[in-house]
């Protein structure tokens, strides 16, 4: 099993009108193609600009498949260019992990 876990930094005071815009235009998109994420959250302390979300998949494999079906997706290419446009985001970090022996989703 891997887990994307993906942190995004949004410049101060534009994380609500970021979070506003994926809802409406990226969000169905990427759950078309990826499935529900287990988390998506924004930070309540230390660094407010930013949020995350985690992606669960079976494999490298299954991961390149769904991402590749996103990146074809042309409504997937609208949401970015207005990300984009917008020029909310400061950065953007993504970490694939897989679980300790000892855990057991």
Known sequence: MFYDVRTYTCHPGTIKKHLAMYAEHGFDTQR???????????????????????????????????????????????????SAEAGWLISQENRLMTPTPFFKP
């Open 32 to 82: 078309k193609h990826l499935g529900d994420p287990i988390v998506y959250a924004q930070t309540e302390t230390g660094n407010v600009n930013s949020y995350l979300h985690i992606w669960v998949y079976k494999d490298a494999a299954d991961r390149a498949t769904r991402r590749a079906a996103l990146q074809a997706d042309p409504a997937w290419h609208t949401y970015m260019a207005k």
